[in-house]
């Protein structure tokens, strides 16, 4: 009896296709795929159209944003396939008009102003993350596509530079008294020193902030703290200039477990102070400094977060995690502290220009995840 191949085994072939994402060439592997024969059509349009994004728009986005219209036009079935979106500054064509019906993950680039196409995507009923970057675009400019936003959001990134003209929300009709339940989010907020630093309320709506589980936050002063619930926090990232105030009590977060601090632009009594206020009641697992730099030449830095972190008054003791360009032994001699009560491990500093992700935003999907 002739054995018969296991590409004959639908799951397995499924399998096998789906491992070509690992390929750099993985476009054109899954385009090639979709041709060989009809039991692979499925699983190779799957992959291909499972994530497409078009951020940068070099040559070949540029012309692969009107193929990949063209493609989901002619054909509607393949808007299936599409569970994340990443969209740029400007589209020729409208993807808002395509019935996404899986979409699951928006990030969008908001540049000049904000279109109706941006209300109609963020109203598709499967969406579940969005994240939005803008540079130019006032928030009260958002206000018309914050209110059709989809009751399923629950993750919500904004990258935002305040823009002039911002109106309170008094003056705008939202239309809407039900608020939409986060369980993360993440603000990277900077503004130019002529601009007013109060963010706007408009920002925030139609979102309740009561709920949210993960917080990533530039530490500003006009950081809303009081629409956050902070004892519902359980991991906090935080990213602050080397001119931030401090001012930010961890002891107020009572369920943290998980604490990332970004230290590039830190300056050492910043980060000593809000380690400090870490309490005894609480159970955090792991702190995450963020350094991307040598540390070896910083004896003074080692030897003071030495002597904080392992004087921590938690218990169990936290695991300490040093993202650093160069994992050395000395750098390791200089925490002799955290080693003797085996808290500290040194990772590798990751942030390659040709990746999408950065460590940090690996370790931020992570968090996430689990929610």
């Known amino acids: 009896m002739a054995t018969k191949s296991p590409l004959v085994v639908q799951e397995l072939l499924n399998r096998c296709i789906d491992s070509l994402a690992l390929s750099r060439y993985y476009t054109r592997d899954f385009v090639s795929c979709s041709l ?53 500054p400007s589209l020729p064509h409208d993807l808002s008009k395509i019935n996404f019906t899986r ?7 908001v ?32 206000i018309n596509a914050w209110s059709l936003c989809s009751p399923t959001i629950e993750h919500l990134e904004l990258w935002c530079q305040k823009g002039v003209g911002d109106a309170p929300l008094s003056e705008v009709d939202t239309g809407r008294s039900v608020l939409i339940p986060l369980k993360s989010f993440s603000l990277d907020y900077t503004c130019d020193l002529d601009f007013d630093l109060t963010l706007p309320r408009s920002v925030f709506f139609p979102f309740d902030f009561s709920t949210v589980k993960a917080l990533a936050v530039v530490v500003h002063e006009e950081i ?32 943290l477990t998980n604490l990332r601090i970004d230290c590039h632009d830190f300056i050492l009594p910043n980060i000593l102070e809000i380690l400090s206020t870490i309490s005894a009641s609480q159970r955090v697992h792991t702190i995450s400094l963020v350094f991307g730099e040598d540390l070896d030449s910083h004896p003074e830095l080692c030897d003071a977060l030495d002597t904080v972190l392992s004087s921590l008054p938690t218990t169990p003791l936290p695991c300490v995690e040093l993202e650093v360009d160069d994992c050395t032994e000395e750098l390791k001699d200089s ?16 942030e390659n220009e ?18």
């Open 36 to 88: 060989v024969a009809r039991s692979w059509v499925d699983a190779s349009q799957a992959n291909l159209f499972r994530a497409p994004s078009f951020l940068d728009l070099d040559d070949d986005t540029v012309n692969a944003i009107p193929a990949f219209y063209r493609a989901l036009t002619t054909n509607p079935a393949l808007a299936r396939y599409v569970r994340e979106l990443t969209l740029p």
């Open 224 to 255: 809303p703290w009081s629409l956050i619930q902070r004892s519902e926090v359980e991991s906090l990232v935080i990213y602050s200039p080397a001119d931030a105030s401090p001012d930010l009590d961890l002891s107020s977060f009572p369920k």
């Open 111 to 142: 540049k000049y102003s904000v279109s109706d196409g941006l209300g109609r995507l963020l109203a598709l009923p499967t969406l579940r993350y969005v994240s939005i970057t803008t540079t130019t675009v006032p928030f009260s400019h958002f």
């Open 354 to 371: 040709d990746e999408d992700e950065t460590e940090g935003d690996l370790w931020w999907q992570r968090i996430i995840d689990r929610l």
């Open 103 to 109: 979409l699951e993950r928006l990030s969008i680039t």
């Open 335 to 350: 925490f002799k502290k955290l080693i003797s009560k085996n808290m500290l491990r040194v990772v590798p500093y990751c």
